[in-house]
């Protein structure tokens, strides 16, 4: 290879890593939605934002047939959509059939389902702020309409009939995160988790929400969107848009109402008594083999103690 072609070639591969990388308003600007979800914006008051992979096809499946396929809970209506990237190359397959496949799989979901939110962007994690901040933008653009938003990771399980319940009757402030709120957290400075002090210089990030699950309203992400294109951006994307663009907005602390142990789930969907189940938010962890399972168990019980007690 001739020195020139060699550079040429170097240079190439150096922009287009650093196009696929780049955080900022500009990338976001042209970030492009392949497809977008069917929700009756002007008529819901909750729409909830799932953060998801391409390949989580059973995750969202269950999702849909759990807590994700609740239209109305107390009066109050809810709609459940996804948001996804594109398929990331696999390093350790040696041609595209895999990613092919991912993405056809997932435009027959798209078809069938109409509650994804597609878009034109490698699905990886250094791009997490890039998704969050898409979906904001077009929840901006597209349905502002609804009076809260929650953002969700799919490894989530809600008891979204608590959640209504607990919601409506203790919070209607206009400007806040209702959240597990995280504090005195320091980035990471080494690992596949680095931020950099070039990227973030102070020792502490702000306070934050926990990108599992949180609440918040048009207002807030509207000035989440302002604050993105004077601030620099990092890839932790929790971090970025619920605390350094939401430093001004309150943080509500909803953390009794979390639980980050899969097994609270699971050892109060085993039992035979019908308490309440004391969490709306649960994390859970989907490399056990059996957590669909026990997450469509623990949703038929709680479906049966509020039959019980209306
Ligand atoms: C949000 O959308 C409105 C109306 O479409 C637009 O005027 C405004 O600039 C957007 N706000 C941000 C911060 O992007």
Known sequence: MKMGSRFALV??????LSA?????????????????????????DFLIFVHSRPENFYVRKVIRSTWGG???????????????GNPEKQMKRLNSEYTEEVLNKLNLEIKQNKDILHLDKVDRYELLAMKHMASYK????SCSKPKYFIKADDDLFMDLHHFTDYFTKNFNLEKAFYCHVQSDISPQREGKWEVTKQDYLEDKYPEFCSG???????????EVLHKSS????????????TGIFGRNTKHYHL?????FDFEDLHAWAVESTFKKY????????????????????????LEKIRKMVS
Request: proline residues 3%; contains cysteine; glycine residues 2%.
């Open 230 to 241: 004077s601030h620099k951006w990092i890839w932790v994307d929790d971090v970025l848009v």
């Open 70 to 84: 609740v239209f109305i809970s107390s009066g109050k209506k809810f709609q459940t959509a996804f948001v996804v």
């Open 278 to 301: 004391p969490f709306i938010f649960t994390h859970v962890d989907t490399s056990d083999e059996f957590w669909g399972r026990t997450v469509r168990k623990a949703w038929k019980k």
């Open 255 to 259: 953390n009794l109402r979390y639980s």
């Open 20 to 44: 696929t990388f780049e955080l900022s308003e500009t990338a976001l600007d042209q970030t492009r939605f392949l497809a977008e979800p069917l929700i009756d914006c002007d008529n819901i």
């Open 212 to 222: 599992l699950a949180y609440t918040t309203t048009l207002p807030v992400i509207q």
């Open 138 to 141: 077009w929840i901006n653009e």
């Open 11 to 16: 240079f190439f591969l150096w922009m287009h």
